[in-house]
């Protein structure tokens, strides 16, 4: 029975017990002990290997090119005030237009004919989407057309299926970038579409209070790990919230500190804590699955366990899927450290599976091996990696598995980002007032971060970890050439000292037309999103990429480099036919960089009228989850075809 752990106490007397003696531990919930194999117990017992190496996966590389093709800066003469105001009419007849319609006008549409038709469900979601979109462009009269497409808001006729999540953050507990958004939003649409979805997290002592006493005492056990002696305790603290269970597992000694990645020297023990820790619960909770869910390295042991020392308990009749977040960061470490910490049997670590070389094993491709099915977050990532370009070391290894590899793009959750109830920002707008109200955005913008208020000025955002992935040195490289008098430039974020030091450096020396915010601050970061005209993202790579999309659901042209997400989200606008919903660049060189924003900045002031159209093109664009859940959903089917 579920209480509430309402005193502090009780938590003093938790980290207590993970310090008792092993044999009293077991004593005291000997039932919930079985649920990690016997075998697994009577492991011969090799030397601990407590390394104190650095962590060698967590420093990125840090380079500095210094390209700075001159490009065409725009005249002063050219920054004229906007030719119009006016929002172009979008032509909703016109079929060739489809994507212009807004995704709430879609829903209207099918809504009203499901209304006026009362029609009988018969076809699967999946097939219902297409006709959906059918009903976007076409006039009312031609409605019947699209009679199918009602089944998708039909959720007790799709197919049920329980999905475990788990993954090492999700907004809003814990947030540090597009897995925490992934791991929110996703799980929220796939209950849309008949899932039963829990959401397994590390309870981290940084997770906010308000949430911390939402948090309900669900149980607890004990759980041998590796080749330690000893036994771990797991508590498992309950929150639900609109339909998702979320579940925190709980040990001090592996969660009290005040951010979710350290180091690798503490990541991959409480890592593989963590993986072991949550499907020992499922068993705990008696709540098996039909799929697991996991995600990036931190889950990366999840499917290895599945299959060895779970595979004759409960939880082990579930598939598994590992989804790629970002290959970058993969779990390397010594193999006899993960070997202890872990207690996987020798054979594990092979180099099919675990083993990285002659030294090293590596979490996330272990994983890899033993996954059911592996996703990444868009589908030129998922080609993108299986080259030596960026496939991190792992190409040889994902091409081998390519035949259960696919790509899958991610989506933002409306509820979340919606500009038309954003309580961040200045002023609320849709399609139809974006013109007038994102002025009125700009402004307070550039009120609140000390620019010069002129709605005049071109202001280019970037949102971003400071990191090297993410294409800073190419901006840093061409700032003077992108402050030419007529724009501005904010950039928000933290990360590697050296990128916070160079834009608080331009902040400093180009006050009032150049701002840095080193800081992680959402509220902030929606009005950025608000009030900019024009997004970077120049990464280098990028799996996915949420900011261009939360950039484009804010009416916020994105300018980014076309890789991995990027380019399957953005289309290049055309000059010449006026189509397309962004900027972009190819190669990674500053001087490219430079070029897509100066085509950007020659649209916008130039022709206005078509910067306009553009801005309401990507605002009307369907970038939410619904479809990409229901890909998901497909592929819980696919392994679970009953
Ligand atoms: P990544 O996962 O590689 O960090 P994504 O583009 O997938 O990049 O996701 C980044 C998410 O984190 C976006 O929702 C973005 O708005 C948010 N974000 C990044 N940096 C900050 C920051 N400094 N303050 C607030 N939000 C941020």
Redesign the pocket.
């Known amino acids: 029975m579920a209480r509430k752990k309402a005193n502090p106490a009780k938590k003093e007397a938790a980290v207590k017990r993970t310090e008792a003696p092993a044999a009293a531990a077991v004593e005291e919930k000997s039932v919930e002990v079985q649920t990690v194999p016997a075998a697994e117990a009577k492991k011969p017992k090799t030397k601990a290997a407590a390394s104190t190496e650095s962590a060698p996966a967590a420093q990125e590389k840090k380079t500095g090119a210094k390209e700075t093709t001159p490009a065409e800066s725009v005249p002063a003469a050219e920054a004229k005030k906007p030719v119009s105001k006016r929002a172009p009419a979008i032509k909703k007849t016109d079929p060739t237009q489809e994507e212009t319609a807004p995704a709430a006008e879609k829903k209207e549409i099918v809504a009203k004919k499901t209304a006026a038709t009362e029609k009988k469900v018969t076809s699967a979601p999946e097939e219902a989407a297409p006709a959906e979109r059918e009903a976007v462009s076409v006039v009312e009269e031609t409605i019947p057309v699209v009679e199918e497409a009602a089944p998708v808001y039909e959720i007790s006729n799709l197919p049920r299926r329980s999905v475990a999540f788990i993954g090492s953050e999700c907004h809003p507990f814990v947030?540090?970038?597009?897995?925490?958004?992934v791991m929110y939003a996703l799980p929220r649409e796939l209950v849309r579409l008949n899932c039963d979805v829990r959401v397994i997290l590390p309870r981290y002592a940084c997770i906010p209070q308000e949430y911390q006493d939402k948090m309900i005492y669900r149980g607890e056990f004990y759980m041998d790990m590796g080749l330690t002696n000893r036994n771990y305790y797991v508590g498992i603290m309950e929150y639900v919230w609109d339909g998702v269970v979320y579940d925190f597992i709980d040990n001090q000694e592996f969660f009290s500190a005040g951010n979710p990645y350290l180091n690798l020297v503490d990541d991959i023990p409480r890592y593989c804590f963590f993986s072991k820790a949550a499907l020992a619960a499922l068993n705990y909770m008696n709540w098996i699955p039909d799929i697991i869910h996991c995600h990036d390295w931190q889950a990366g042991l999840v499917p290895v366990y599945l299959r060895t020392l779970f595979k004759d308990t409960p939880v082990g009749r579930a598939r598994s899927i590992l989804t790629i977040?970002?290959l970058r960061f993969q779990g390397i470490y010594n193999i006899p450290t993960i070997q202890y910490w872990s207690g996987l049997p020798n054979e594990v670590f092979n180099m099919g599976a675990l083993q990285q070389d002659w030294v090293n094993a590596n979490m996330l491709k272990g994983g890899l091996a033993y996954a059911d099915r592996i996703t990444t977050v868009s589908g030129t990532y998922a080609h993108e990696i299986q080259t030596a370009e960026y496939g991190e070391r792992l190409e040889d290894h994902l091409r081998y598995h390519s035949g259960k590899l696919r790509g899958i793009v991610?989506g933002i959750d409306y509820g979340m980002w919606n500009p038309e109830t954003d309580p961040a920002l200045a002023v609320n707008y849709g399609l139809g007032n974006v013109l007038d109200h994102k002025m009125e955005n700009k402004l307070a913008l550039q009120r609140e971060l000390g620019l010069e208020q002129d709605e005049g000025k071109f202001v280019i955002g970037l949102?971003?970890?400071l990191t090297n992935?993410k294409g800073l040195d190419l901006v840093s490289a061409i700032i003077a050439q992108v402050l030419d008098g007529n724009t501005q430039v904010v950039v928000?974020?933290?990360g590697d000292k050296q990128y916070e030091d160079t834009f608080r450096y331009y902040e400093n020396t180009y006050r009032g037309t150049f701002s840095a915010c080193i800081?992680?601050?959402?509220a902030?970061?929606h009005r950025i999103y608000a009030g900019a005209d024009a997004l970077l993202v120049p990464s280098r790579f990028?799996?996915?990429?949420?900011?261009q999309l939360?950039a484009m659901h804010y009416g916020t042209i994105p300018i980014v480099r076309e890789t991995g997400g990027l380019k399957d989200t953005v289309e290049p606008y055309n000059e010449y036919t006026g189509d397309g919903n962004g900027f972009t660049f190819d190669r990674y060189e500053a001087g490219l960089l430079l070029d897509a924003i100066n085509r950007a900045k020659t649209l916008y002031f130039t022709n206005r009228y078509h910067w306009d159209e553009v801005v309401q093109r990507d605002m009307a664009k369907d970038v939410s989850w619904e479809n990409s859940a229901r890909q998901y959903k497909n592929l819980y089917l696919e392994l679970t075809p009953w």
């Open positions: 947030k540090t970038g597009g897995l925490g958004d977040h970002n991610n949102i971003s970890r992935q928000l974020g933290t800081q992680y601050d959402e902030r970061a990028e799996p996915c990429g949420l900011t939360n």
